[in-house]
């Protein structure tokens, strides 16, 4: 089955820098590729996500590139925010939805 | 429209004890996926159900298990519960499959096992 790795488990950036979050995966015919925002005591949502044919994705802040020779995507956070603070998902598909372990970011004012 | 509801919020049993979990997905979703999630371990896949039939499952025990009804409702039932099944259980509804497509969470159950 499936298998996502994401790194880091943990970020810390200053409000305004980039952040980056990386995950790779296993399953070379995993199509679909989305991330999910998690807010402390909320749900998880989705921002953004991408498909196989497409190898990078923006939506104002936020971007994804795909890599599927070497099988890992990233998300790009621009300009950081302090709203920007959660937990971050990635997921890769097989016959279900596969998620990386989260990464916890923070932003410094 | 209404966003994905589940109950209860909070649980709290002890060892040995059955719990049954309610998500009522979005109007006209047919696809709800069940998700465990612990701390540093992520979402982890327990089963999905479409148009009543699960059309997939987990590595899970067969203590855990569920079904949707016609409405799309589903529930999840965990038997004889474990200190180690305290958790927080999410479900997620999709128009289609779940495992191509947008999820909608819900906001989850909490289960705490004494």
């Known amino acids: 089955g499936e298998n996502v790795e994401q790194h880091p488990s943990t970020l810390s950036v200053q409000e305004g820098d980039s952040a980056v979050i990386k995950c790779t995966y296993s399953?070379?015919?995993?199509?679909?590729f989305p991330w999910y925002k998690q807010e402390l005591g909320k749900r998880p949502q989705l921002i953004i996500d991408i498909r196989s044919n497409v190898g990078e994705k923006k939506d104002q802040r936020i971007a994804v590139t795909l890599n599927k020779t070497a099988k890992h995507f990233s998300l790009h956070i621009t300009e950081t925010q302090p709203e920007d603070s959660a937990v971050y998902f990635c997921?890769?598909?097989?016959?279900?939805?596969?998620f990386g372990a989260g990464t916890t970011v923070t932003v410094r004012a | 429209k209404a966003g994905v509801t589940q109950t209860p919020r909070y649980l709290i049993k002890t060892r040995g004890q059955q719990v049954t979990l309610s998500c009522s997905p979005i109007?006209?979703?047919?696809?709800v996926s069940w998700y465990q999630q612990t701390p540093g371990q992520g979402l982890q896949f327990l089963f999905e159900y479409f148009s009543e039939t699960q059309r997939n499952k987990g590595n899970f025990p067969g203590r855990f298990s569920g079904r949707q009804f016609s409405n799309s409702r589903s529930e999840m039932n965990v038997s004889t519960l474990e200190l180690g099944d305290s958790a927080l259980y999410l479900c997620?509804?999709?128009?289609?499959?779940?495992?191509?497509?947008?999820?909608?969470f819900g906001s989850g159950t909490q289960l705490s096992v004494l």
């Open positions: 109007s006209g979703h047919r696809s």
């Open positions: 997620a509804s999709s128009r289609g499959t779940g495992n191509n497509e947008k999820l909608f």
């Open positions: 997921a890769a598909n097989d016959y279900k939805l596969s």
């Open positions: 399953d070379s015919a995993s199509n679909y």
